[in-house]
């Protein structure tokens, strides 16, 4: 780069006094001048305080030594002197050494010095101290990291006289403020600033300060020519001659203005990240020096372990382990693997500071800074106890859900109550660790402090009782729910035995009543058996009696009062053997014997017959005898047993309607005769009117009314032998009319068996 102003700078710097002194009392910049070859010729103030060399001790020597034992290695202070010369300036951030061996984070701008002949005569190094401007921020609070921050704009280095005039100027001024020396050269300082720092009188002020401290620093908004604003860090330094009387002033300005923007990005994405972690809750985000010590904590530290930033910042992290590890040396082999292989994660019991112990996964990052220097570690921390908690409640859960499936199994199989009983209280001893469970019968009440769950009956709102478990410990949900499938299989069991139970009753009952009916029937048997005997045993001697009364009455008879016993008896055997002949019939009905012979006759003579037979007993009866007969009505009969059905009903009419008149009717309808025996007696009750043609079947009390309660029996019999019907149509107390209706021409049947009432089921 030819420029006249280096050469001007370079004699300048030679030749003046002035700006020797300037360099000099600057202290916040290492300014020094190389030959050619790097050999250092001149050493300020500001070198002797940020390398710690004296100029004795340095100039002279290769400005190699300033660098690292690896940046020499790799040549880098050859490298940075070439760009310079090819670029005009090289720029670099990067550690210095110290003449003590300790290490500064520096920026540093190395500019080539040319003669007029363009040749290179040496280089200008300008070299900042990185870390202190960072020291200071962070002393000033802003907490500002400077060191990612890489490109730095030139110095502006001019002088002023003591009125604030400019009186020298050089590439980098040109360059930050986009004056020419020649503009610039003779303008008050006051023209870089703005209107309202001018009115303020900041710039005067600012000189001042300089005159009585010696120094001032600045930073703030300055303009350029073009009236852009840049930020710029401005050292004034009072310039002294030897006397040390004030001769102007030294200005050293660096445009700020990119820094400053990327710093301030910076700060804000690390105030975001920062507000972020601190207010995350579900994890403990935490840093650690490279000792392992807490170097900050956030919000979810807090939360998760129970210890404040306060109380737990600068401590060792090893305290958040179980004592048996933090003896194991677990801590720092952590540490080691993080740092060695960059990461270390795992899963294993923490401690929180109640000394409680929780499930976490940790992650363990080791922090590096650009150069790879480990500078500490960042550790995420996770309270896994509540998962973990619940992975083994599900595991639990599943157990016993299997447990109480196979015990409902065997309780289907079994079908033993007390057997199933017993396996569920050995189930549920062992799968829930207790000594005591029991069943409560309704009415029995628990142990105090025991887990009852309903044994629930299969209707509804219904119960067996309970299911009652006692336990040391605390009986969880599971637990409980696992009690009440329990439970459940034991009320199936309870249930399914109940029925069965039931079932057994019902099915004695069933045998009982069927051995009711056996009997029943066995004995209706045995009395139509008896009856039967009785008919013909006393038939045979009935007989033999009554052919001898014939022959006595047929041989004269006997005189008075003899002849009236004899006829007396003759009747009494007639009606003796009548009823036998009842009960002979009564029989053979029941033994389906009834022999029927049809012939023709007319029954209106029949009728009138039997009627005219009832004469006597009608009057003795006060009952007058009405009949309704045609002159003829013939048809085809069994003869004696129509005689008997008239006989039954007309011996009924007297018995039952005595007083009253009684008519009989005899008609024909169509195919059929129709029989009418009415008499207005006592009637029949309404329920009584089917029951009284069955068999020994009476409506009468028996204290005013004999009879077997045979007749009507009897007759419905010969009558439905002869396909024919009988009924009654009757009101008590008004009487009963007997309805009769045969088929003119009927070939009567044999009487039917009468039906065996069958057991009831
Ligand atoms: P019994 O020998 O008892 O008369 P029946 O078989 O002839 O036997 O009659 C059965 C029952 O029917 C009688 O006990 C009586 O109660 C009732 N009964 C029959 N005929 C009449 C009637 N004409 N009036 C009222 N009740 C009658």
Redesign the pocket.
């Known amino acids: 780069m030819e420029n006249p102003l280096v050469q001007d700078e370079l004699s300048a710097l030679r030749a003046s006094a002035e700006l020797r002194a300037v360099t000099d009392s600057i202290q916040d910049y290492a300014i020094v001048l190389l030959d050619p070859q790097g050999v250092v010729l001149t050493w300020n103030t500001g070198a002797r305080q940020i390398e710690g060399y004296g100029p004795e001790e340095i100039v002279g020597h290769r400005f190699d030594r300033l660098y690292t034992a690896e940046d020499r290695a790799a040549g880098r202070p050859q490298t940075l002197l070439a760009e310079a010369l090819r670029a005009g300036r090289a720029h670099d951030e990067g550690w210095r050494v110290r003449k003590d061996g300790s290490r500064f984070w520096a920026d540093e701008v190395i500019s080539p010095l040319r003669g007029a002949n363009g040749a290179v005569e040496g280089y200008v190094k300008v070299t900042r101290d990185l870390a202190r401007r960072r020291q200071d921020d962070e002393q000033s609070g802003e907490g500002r990291t400077v060191l990612n921050v890489a490109s730095v704009t030139d110095y502006a280095i001019f002088m002023l006289d003591p009125q604030g005039t400019i009186t020298s100027w050089n590439l980098g001024a040109e360059r930050a403020k986009g004056y020419r020396a020649d503009e610039a050269i003779g303008s008050n300082l006051s023209i870089f600033y703005t209107p309202e720092d001018q009115a303020a009188g900041r710039p005067m002020r600012l000189l001042r300060r300089a005159q009585d401290e010696g120094r001032v620093e600045d930073e703030g908004w300055r303009v350029r020519k073009d009236g852009s604003h840049f930020w710029a860090d401005v050292v004034i330094t009072r310039v002294n001659d030897r006397n040390g009387k004030l001769i102007g002033f030294a200005k050293v300005t660096r445009d700020m203005t990119e820094r400053r923007r990327e710093e301030e990005q910076l700060r804000q994405a690390e105030e975001r990240l920062r507000l972020m972690i601190e207010s995350v809750q579900e994890y403990a985000i935490f840093m650690l020096d490279r000792q392992g010590r807490v170097a900050s904590w956030n919000r979810g530290a807090e939360h998760i372990k129970g210890y404040t930033a306060q109380e737990i910042v600068g401590q060792h992290f090893s305290r958040f382990y179980p004592p048996e590890e933090i003896s194991a040396g677990k801590p720092e082999r952590e540490l080691e693997i993080a740092s060695a292989k960059g990461r270390f994660e795992e899963e294993g019991w923490r401690v929180r500071k109640d000394g409680s112990r929780f499930w976490a996964n940790v992650v363990l990052s080791a922090t590096r800074n650009r150069e790879g220097a480990l500078i500490g570690f960042t550790k995420i921390t996770r309270d896994l106890s509540e998962r973990k908690r619940a992975a083994e409640e599900m595991a639990e859960r599943a157990r016993q859900q299997s447990v109480a499936a196979e015990l409902g199994l065997y309780a289907l199989q079994s079908g033993q109550l007390d057997r199933v009983i017993e396996r569920s209280m050995q189930t549920v001893r062992e799968t829930l660790q207790i000594d005591d469970v029991r069943i409560l019968r309704a009415g029995e009440s628990p142990v105090p402090g025991a887990r009852t769950v309903r044994i629930h009956a299969p209707e509804p709102d219904a119960e067996y009782g309970f299911l009652a478990a006692s336990a040391s410990r605390p009986l969880t949900a599971n637990d409980v729910r696992f009690l009440q499938a329990v439970a459940n299989v034991v009320a199936v069991a309870m249930a399914r035995s109940q029925s069965e139970e039931q079932l057994r009753l019902a099915e004695r009952e069933a045998i009982e009543e069927r051995g009711r009916s056996v009997r029943i029937q066995e004995a209706l048997l045995e009395r139509d058996e008896f009856i039967s005997v009785a008919a013909h045993e006393l038939r045979t001697p009935l007989t033999a009696l009554q052919l001898k009364l014939q022959g006595l009455e047929s041989s004269g008879g006997l005189p008075p009062p003899k002849g009236e016993r004899l006829g007396a008896a003759v009747r009494q055997t007639e009606r003796l053997a009548r009823l036998v002949d009842r009960l002979l019939d009564v029989s053979r009905i029941a033994q389906g014997r009834v022999e029927m012979t049809s012939e023709s006759f007319d029954l209106a003579i029949i009728v009138r017959q039997v009627a005219e037979d009832f004469r006597e007993p009608a009057t003795q009866a006060r009952a007058a005898l009405e009949l309704q007969l045609p002159e003829k009505l013939e048809g085809s009969w069994d003869r004696l047993r129509i005689e008997q059905v008239l006989v039954?009903l007309l011996s009924?009419?007297v018995?039952?309607?005595a007083g009253k008149p009684i008519t009989v009717k005899l008609e024909e309808v169509g195919d059929l005769v129709r029989l009418c025996v009415a008499?207005r007696?006592?009637?029949?009750a309404p329920d009584d009117v089917d029951r009284?043609f069955g068999r020994f079947?009476?409506?009468?009390p028996i204290r005013n009314?004999g009879?077997?309660?045979?007749?009507?029996?009897i007759t419905r019999h010969i009558v439905e032998a002869h396909r024919g019907t009988i009924s009654v149509i009757s009101k008590p107390g008004e009487g009963?009319t007997f309805v009769v209706e045969l088929p003119r021409l009927s070939a009567p049947a044999a009487a039917g068996r009468d039906k065996v009432p069958r057991a009831r089921a």
């Open positions: 039954n009924n009419a018995k039952y309607g008499d007696g006592i009637g029949i009284i079947q009476r409506a009468a009314y009879g077997m309660g045979l007749g009507l029996y009963s």
